[in-house]
């Protein structure tokens, strides 16, 4: 079975432009989280989306936004970038029944530069 | 909140001696834990679960975990440390009563000496 897929791995951008990070999860997960990693950090929430629906949301500015399509895959947008968005980007789903675990399902991530 | 306190951002153990990595979690309701490993240029790998079953969670590689209520912790243990753990790994907690997010914490990386 395919696990967590995100596009593109490597991408690099100036300063001030505009990225769109993709992600699909595994068959059957509802749930997208997405995670900002910054070199030498855990991972830091972002966002969380289940049945197409905004659960969660970390402390980000507006500039990032995400959404979730009926698929259940999901779109990480981030606006007018600055130097410090440079991260790995991860996706994560999850298999909710009923009650939400916690448990993620990772992908190898976008490595986002920003310059 | 909940939040998640890894003690030392370094461990380094020599090829066969035990393992020892410590968390210290804070939550307002009882939560759930995990473990997480990533190896260089990769995504999160799961290790380990607690969701409010056994209190002694093992799980992959041969690793463990106990939940201790009165100490808010949930060290990772391993007896004897093999060359292919040294990575970076990573405590997390979320909320078990409905919360959709996940808290990671600051990370520990292992180092094993042969």
């Known amino acids: 079975d395919a696990g967590v897929t995100q596009s593109p791995t490597h991408l690099i951008k100036t300063r001030g432009q505009h990225v769109t990070l993709r992600c699909s999860p595994i068959?059957?997960?509802?749930?997208v989280s997405w995670y900002q990693q910054v070199l030498g950090q855990g991972p830091q929430f972002i966002f969380q989306y289940y049945e197409k629906e905004e659960r969660g949301r970390g402390n980000f500015p507006d500039r990032f936004s995400a959404r979730q399509f009926p698929n259940y895959s999901s779109e990480l947008n981030v606006n007018a970038l600055l130097l410090g968005d440079s991260a790995l980007y991860l996706c994560?789903?999850?298999?909710?029944?009923?009650?939400?675990?916690?448990?993620?399902?990772f992908g190898e991530g976008s490595r986002l530069t920003v310059l | 909140a909940q939040s998640v306190t890894q003690l030392g951002s370094h461990v380094s153990v020599s090829e066969g001696a035990l393992v020892l990595l410590r968390c210290n979690y804070s939550?307002?309701?009882?939560?759930?834990l995990f473990w997480y490993v990533q190896y260089p240029n990769q995504g999160l790998q799961l290790l380990l679960k607690?969701?409010?079953?056994?209190?002694l969670v093992k799980g992959i590689n041969g690793f463990e975990a106990e939940f201790k209520k009165s100490e808010t912790s949930f060290h990772l243990t391993k007896p004897s440390a093999h060359m292919s753990d040294a990575a970076e790994y990573f405590c997390a907690v979320s909320e078990g009563t409905g919360g959709f997010k996940t808290i990671f914490g600051a990370g520990t990386r292992l180092f094993v000496k042969a």
């Open positions: 068959s059957g997960h509802k749930s």
């Open positions: 939550s307002s309701v009882p939560p759930y």
């Open positions: 607690y969701t409010s079953a056994a209190t």
């Open positions: 994560a789903s999850s298999p909710i029944s009923g009650r939400y675990t916690g448990e993620l399902f």
